[in-house]
């Protein structure tokens, strides 16, 4: 029997579908309400079949149809398992997006490419290719911001050096010509010597 009308009723369980006024070739042929968008990159509200003003209640409810209908365990077996998984795939993130749970991707046509971590990758490798594989690269200026560099480096400090030497040379003559010049020792002075007795 169908999974929609298994009951607990042992009755209702053995009554034929003929009875219940559903034949089981119009379950095995039922037509799909809401066919799977043949666009490459389908919008949320294009794979739910919804307008965008729809509610919240109304999203929730296409979201159980469409999983009802796409669950790759339940799809017709003409569909391959990929393209069953990457549909039920595509309408579990349409449901996260019209939920506000994930943004949504950029509109590919208005050429708008989401970053993501492997194309930052690539784009990493292929400056790395463009600036390594292009053929030598001239790093002579480096060599010569670092030799100037030096070079300035120690002509500031033997400038620093000289001024500092002057200045204290200064201070230091200054200095010397403000003392008065030394006196003589009146002991030394004396050129008589005394003799010890």
Sequence with gaps: MHSCFRTTSPFVARLPFSSLGISKRSLATKPNSYPFPRSTNPTPHQ???????????????RYYELVRIYHPDTVDSSVSSELAHARFQSITDAYNVLRGKTAAKPDPVSGAQQATTAARRAMHVRRHRELYEGGAVDDRWKDRMIIAGLIATVIIIAAQAVIVRQTKLQEARSLYSRRSPPQEDSRLSSSSVEPEP
């Design 47 to 61: 794979i739910f079949h919804l307008p965008r003003s729809a509610s919240p209640e109304d999203v929730k409810a």
